[in-house]
């Protein structure tokens, strides 16, 4: 039972007592997710992931479709494992179930529950096509062979486990009465948990949530099994769509950090969650610790080299900064001006106050008292000219810029570090990758050499023996900027000094380059 504020008039406000409505958190970053081009992962990596989605507090980890490879097995085996170990004296209750996909196959459901069999709560997830361009293009088959085989995979997979989800792909685009006819059919089988794809990410909101209710309405055992929704984002209506279908009876939502996934991706976790927790009225609550979303989605960026765009919901770049004069000065005079999330509840260290050029007064008095000035207003009226002087040449100004304008630094232009040459040997040779730098640094120029587990890292080590700054690598990531193997690579850096983010850029068609390019940025602005 939790108190929930309807609405505030004035300082009265208006309280009701609801029971709030669990809705199951299915992720499946290491199945969907990683099904991503490009974004494969080892098996220590999803371990590593998958312990992270265990403190997230996720209900269930799709951790992998067995049959496909000997390194989906893998994973799902040792996830179950891990589990078991990190929950050694814990209740049965608080484990997270371990899924694993697979086809209407009794193979493939032999391998996943062989995958599964040290999980404490194993799930087998199988399932068909359940539209008529999967039934005719992709089966070549009828709707009452597609019934017959859903049935028989359910009947054969709860040979092996209690808990069988059955999906019905592409049921975005297929008949309602024949979707029911299935729903109910596998839920007789002894499916617990029935999953309606949009698959193609066509549906709308209106369209997908009256088929949740189409199905709570025409399917007489829907009370037997939970209604999950799985949502993909080819509209970008993957969260509407999920909020619509949970709004309609789904409780289960099927989800992935950062929303990748196959194509435009899936329902991304930290925004259905967000939806839910900051609209209290809904009347819906998940069990996700919110506080560890955004290192989860760090952590999955850096691991999957899926850069996160910065205008992403709730763990974007600049999902808290403000740039403009009126924002800041709004959210300086109270964070609830401009922003619905405290971005302490998402785990976001800081909301950020970017100085640009339209930035006002309220901005740069905040970031000058962070680095210690206490300017009066006739003070801070002189400066902010010159501020602006300054930000009309410069992107955006940092700290380094600020001392620089208060005078008790010198221009970063003298004090740059400047990369004047890079060689790298790397391959399949026998020898370590090595990395040889030749760069100005207080007017001195140094050569160094070092070796690292690849080129990048060689680069790196030996720009370290130059410039020794103790700033710890949080982000590495590398993004190409079109198709062609010709093209320019991107990296982005971020470094950690004195508990503060500097972010390093770097373009080339050299990625190596690109690479120590990004780092010395970096490194100039802590400098
Ligand atoms: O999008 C989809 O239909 C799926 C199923 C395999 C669950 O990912
Ligand atoms: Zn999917």
Redesign the pocket.
């Known amino acids: 039972m939790e108190c929930v504020c309807l609405r505030s008039r004035g300082d009265v406000n208006l309280f009701f007592t609801m029971n709030k409505e669990r809705i199951f958190v299915f992720d499946?970053t290491l199945?969907?997710g990683e099904q991503v081009p490009g974004c494969q992962l080892t098996t220590q990596e999803k371990i590593e992931i998958a312990r992270g989605l265990a403190l997230l507090g996720v209900d269930v980890i799709e951790a992998g479709f067995p049959v496909s490879s000997p390194g989906d097995f893998n994973s799902v085996r040792e996830i179950s494992l891990l589990l078991n170990e990190m929950y050694k004296n814990r209740e049965i209750s608080e484990i997270p179930t371990v899924c694993g996909?697979t086809r209407a196959v009794e193979k493939d459901i032999e391998v996943a529950a062989d995958a599964l069999k040290y999980a404490a709560k194993p799930r087998i997830?199988t399932?068909i096509g359940a539209s008529d361009f999967h039934i005719q293009y992709k089966f070549n088959s009828t709707r009452e062979d597609i019934l017959r085989r859903g049935v028989h995979a359910v009947r054969f997979a709860k040979k092996f486990v209690d808990d069988v989800e059955f999906?019905c792909?592409?049921?975005g685009r297929a008949d309602n009465l024949f979707l029911a006819q299935l729903v109910e059919a596998v839920i007789d089988a002894g499916a617990t948990v029935v999953?309606i794809?949009?698959?193609t990410g066509y549906c709308i909101p209106d369209e997908y949530g009256q088929k949740i209710k189409f199905l709570r309405e025409n399917v007489k055992n829907i009370d037997k099994a939970i209604i999950s929704v799985?949502c993909?984002n080819d509209l970008g209506l993957a969260t509407a769509n999920s909020l619509a279908g949970i709004r309609n009876g789904a409780r289960q939502v099927?989800v992935t950090i950062n929303g990748i996934?196959?194509r435009a991706g899936?329902t991304s976790l930290e925004e259905i969650v967000m939806i839910l927790k900051t609209h209290k009225n809904l009347g819906f609550e998940t069990r996700i610790n919110t506080p560890q979303i955004y290192p989860m989605s760090l952590k999955v960026s850096r691991l999957m080299n899926m850069p996160v765009q910065p205008n992403k919901a709730i763990v974007g770049r600049n999902a808290f900064a403000h740039s403009s004069g009126i924002h800041q000065d709004g959210v300086l005079k109270n964070a609830l001006v401009y922003e619905i999330i405290d971005h302490k509840d998402v785990g976001v260290p800081d909301n950020a106050i970017l100085l640009t050029a339209r930035s006002g007064r309220a901005a740069l008095r905040y970031r000058l008292e962070k680095l210690g000035f206490r300017l009066s207003k006739e003070q801070i009226d002189e400066i902010y000219p010159k501020f602006l002087e300054m930000a009309d040449r410069r992107k955006d100004v940092n700290d380094g810029d600020l001392l620089e304008l208060m005078g008790v630094a010198k221009p970063t232009e003298d004090i740059q570090i400047k990369l004047l040459g890079l060689n790298v040997v790397c391959g399949k040779i026998s020898t370590l990758p090595m990395a040889a730098v030749q760069m100005e640094y207080k007017g001195e120029i140094i050569t160094e050499t070092a070796t690292g587990n690849g080129p990048v890292d060689a680069a790196f080590k030996a720009i370290n023996k130059i410039v020794t700054v103790n700033a710890e690598l949080d982000e590495y990531v590398i993004q190409s900027m079109s198709k062609g193997s010709d093209d320019e690579g991107r990296v982005y850096v971020k470094l950690l000094f004195d508990g503060q983010a500097y972010f390093g850029f770097g373009e080339s068609t050299d990625v190596v380059l690109a690479s120590a390019m990004a780092y010395i940025d970096a490194l100039n602005k802590i400098i």
Do not use: C
Request: proline share 5%; aromatic share 4%; glycine share 10%.
């Open positions: 499946t199945r969907d996909l997830h399932g999906f792909e592409d049921a999953n794809p949009d698959t799985h993909h099927e996934g196959e899936n």
